[in-house]
């Protein structure tokens, strides 16, 4: 975040923060609480703009400029079949840093993917994460070859404690029911399974593998912009059909 004041005298200050701490002053407590208010708002709405406005502080007027500088959003995408191919490229195009990510060698190769996509072959049974770093500005996209790589993948994520911004995970309702009873059976909450977008997807009717990557970006894009629509999941109610609310089971 970037506070920058203007005192009565024309001078400007500046004050610098981050996670680790800050950097600088805006000349007394009471502005910089002020701004901070003000950058804790901006941080907490996704389309807020950097503003400039007119604040009294101390019997003095001062004019406040508050800019947010958020960290660039990682799109991971599990899986380098002929669907993944177009959700990178529209990752990419979205802003999104991209990360693709396959346990075979024919599939996890640069020269499917676009120069500017991050491809890594990896090992789906031990370690799928390996080689990226997942936080709360990162999206998952489970696109692999199979129900049990699906899961695999999605049971490794969720055991490692990551809350990323977004999980996502292909499949029909039936190949969704199955991870998630088996999810349920070992123990994983109900509320984290309520997390997962899956099916994956917005409802077009989507059939080719560029129609079904439109229909996840269109996804991606109402988690980023906190857009209320009408999902495949939230259509298919998977977790709530498998197990109503209120019905009892054994999670941790």
């Known amino acids: 975040m970037v506070a920058a004041a203007v005192d009565p005298a024309g001078v400007v200050h500046r004050l610098l923060c981050s ?11 009471a502005l910089e609480e002020l701004a901070l208010r003000h950058a804790r708002r901006m941080l907490a709405d996704a389309t807020a703009e950097p503003h400039v406005e007119s604040v009294e502080v101390g019997g003095q007027t001062w004019l406040l400029y508050v800019e947010a500088h958020r960290a660039h959003e990682h799109l991971i995408v599990v899986g380098a079949g002929h669907i993944a191919v177009p959700v990178a490229r529209l990752g990419r195009l979205l802003g999104f840093r991209v990360t693709v990510l396959d346990d075979r060698e024919e599939f996890a190769t640069t020269e499917r993917f676009a120069d500017d996509v991050v491809v890594h072959r990896t090992d789906f049974e031990r370690d799928p994460f390996g080689d990226v ?73 989507a059939e080719t593998p560029e129609e079904i990557a439109v229909a996840i970006a269109a996804e991606l894009i109402a988690v980023r912009r906190g857009a209320d629509i009408e999902t495949i999941s939230r259509r298919e109610r998977v977790l709530e059909r498998l197990l109503p609310e209120g019905e009892k089971k054994d999670a941790r």
Do not use: K
Not at 19 to 29: F, I, N, W
């Open 19 to 29: 996670e680790g701490g800050s950097r600088g002053t805006l000349g007394g407590a």
């Open 133 to 205: 770093t997942i936080d709360e500005h990162s999206y998952v996209a489970l696109l692999t070859r199979g129900h049990r790589w699906d899961f695999d993948c999605l049971r490794r994520l969720l055991e490692a404690g990551t809350r990323p911004r977004y999980i996502g995970m292909i499949g029909s309702r039936r190949r969704v029911r199955a991870a998630f009873q088996a999810l349920l059976d070992a123990g994983t909450a109900r509320d984290t399974l309520a997390r997962i977008h899956a099916p994956i997807g917005i409802e077009l009717n």
